[in-house]
Structure formats: structure tokens, C-alpha cells
């Protein structure tokens, strides 16, 4: 997570993998078919999607 730049408006709250839920730290790593959420405004949000959909 320390390599992402999130947006400042934008605050990821946990992760998803499989049936266990994990809380965000600068060491997490996030990987993909991971679910993850995350609060923010519509911008922040649409930015958040950019960086891990693409």
C-alpha cells in the first residue's frame, strides 16, 4: 500500500480475500481478485477505480 498514491479525499478501509477481512496497513500488499473498501467523494472514488481497475 506504501507505493499507491491515493487520492486525499480518499480513505481504504479493508480488504477482502476470500472469508477473511483485513485491515490496511503501509505494508499490506494488494493483490488482484482482492475486494477492497474504501470511503471517499465521487471524484477520490472515481480515481481509486482507476488505480485498481486498470
Known amino acids: ?3 499507491i498514491s491515493l487520492p486525499n479525499n480518499a480513505l ?3 480488504i477482502y480475500n ?3 477481512l ?7 500488499l494488494i493483490e488482484a481478485g482482492q475486494d477492497i473498501l474504501a470511503f471517499g467523494d ?3 472514488i ?6 485498481f481497475v486498470s
Not at 22 to 28: C, K, L, R, V
Not at 46 to 51: A, D, F, Q, R, T
Open 1 to 3: 500500500m506504501s507505493e
Open 22 to 28: 483485513m485491515i490496511p496497513h503501509g505494508d499490506t
Open 12 to 14: 481504504l478501509i479493508a
Open 42 to 44: 465521487e471524484q477520490a
Open 46 to 51: 472515481g480515481k481509486l477505480n482507476e488505480i
Open 18 to 20: 476470500d472469508d477473511e
